[in-house]
């Protein structure tokens, strides 16, 4: 078993850094944002601060690197070079499923490395909402967050990928009830987290009620693990494994309005995820009510160059959130969550359709 998640961690690092895995037809919703531009900012740029505290941990910019790998020499490399990045610039970073180390104490270290290089940051262990149902518990999340020193403890939630996926787990009975026992056992905050189809305000509202810290919206419009699944399959000539995950490759809820669905639907914070690449979406994400925003793709393929492309990838995400933050004159971020937002098109359409109001955010104070 354990050599099988082996190969497939493998295999989804390299689908990922040479195969086209990124949505098709649907995209993240955010083209249909649109912060209002200040012609007169009234602020000095230099003095703009993007420093926030989120789950009591203070960051020198809301950016998290999402969960991505471990268990493999090559993800051992991966999370050294973002955490040594993190560490530098006092952001947070994500580790991929844990289940392979808890399974296999020998392969702990491909996790641990990333407390090793990144003595500060904020961490987030990560262990599987279909693992829970299939017997895991308090113990292996408590050992997750040991393994890593975690600040904090990710459950993800990918039923899309494990359908399309030929070894996939598919039993989610009960799921809600074991995160809730998780949230009661552990002392870190639990973040949920989707993987890239979105998380909608009814399942917010039960996460929320099970006791979770935070939310990971992780929509549609970045990396598509049917997408993935779909070039695994193709790879073996599984025909069927290739019509699934093309059929799926774009299911699933937008970035943007799964972020308003859950940020309009719950009191905990809310990050946003889910094919963000640039400041400027961050900005969005920022003023339509996440904490945090969190990339992953752009920070994968920066990992093959080491730890400075990954350092200089997200300074320049960093700086154009800076540079949009001035345009709208927001000197904090508690600032740019209170500015005016126009939400039109497909987005607008679908939060109305969905019982939601997209004008409240246009007609805010600026």
């Given amino acids: 078993m354990n050599n099988q998640i082996e190969e497939r961690k493998v295999d989804h690092i390299r689908v990922c850094l040479e195969e086209n895995v990124q949505a098709q037809r649907k995209t993240t919703g955010f083209e249909d944002i649109f912060l209002v531009h200040k012609a007169l900012p009234e602020i000095e740029r230099k003095q703009i601060g993007l420093s926030t505290v989120v789950f009591k941990h203070e960051f020198s910019a809301p950016l998290l690197v999402g969960a991505m790998t471990g268990g493999t020499e090559k993800a051992s490399k991966i999370n050294a070079a973002i955490a040594e990045a993190v560490e530098e610039l006092g952001l947070g970073m994500g580790v991929g499923s844990q289940r392979v180390a808890i399974e296999d104490p020998r392969l702990e270290g ?134 699934l995950g093309q059929t799926f490759w774009d299911w699933g809820i937008p970035t943007a309005p799964s972020l308003v669905e859950v940020a309009r639907s719950v009191h905990i914070p809310v990050i946003a995820s889910g094919g963000i690449r640039f400041g400027t979406e961050a900005a969005k994400s920022l003023a339509l009510g996440a904490s945090l925003v969190s990339m992953t793709a752009p920070i994968l393929k920066a990992t093959t160059k080491g730890p400075e492309e990954v350092k200089q990838t997200l300074q320049f995400v960093i700086e154009e959130l800076r540079n949009t933050m001035f345009l709208v004159g927001a000197e904090s971020v508690l600032k740019l969550q209170e500015k005016p937002v126009v939400l039109t098109g497909k987005t607008a359409e679908w939060l109305r359709m969905r019982g939601f109001k997209p004008e409240l955010y246009a007609r805010r104070k600026a």
Avoid: C, M
């Fill in 110 to 243: 491909s996790f641990a490395i990333a407390r090793e290089k990144a003595p500060t940051a904020f961490l987030v262990a990560n262990i599987g909402g279909a693992q829970l149902v299939d017997g895991y518990g308090a113990k292996e999340a408590k050992r997750a967050v040991k393994i890593l020193k975690a600040n904090a403890l990710a459950i993800h939630l990918n039923p899309l990928q494990e359908v399309v996926q030929p070894e996939g787990e598919t039993n989610y009975s009960g799921v809600i009830d074991k995160i809730g026992e998780i949230t009661r056992a552990l002392e870190v905050p639990v973040i949920v987290k989707e993987t890239g189809a979105g998380i909608a305000t009814e399942e917010a509202k039960k996460l929320e009620e099970a006791g979770v810290a935070g939310i990971d919206v992780a929509g549609v419009g970045g990396t598509s693990w049917a997408a993935v699944e779909f070039h695994r399959a193709k790879r073996t000539r599984d025909k069927f494994r290739q019509r």
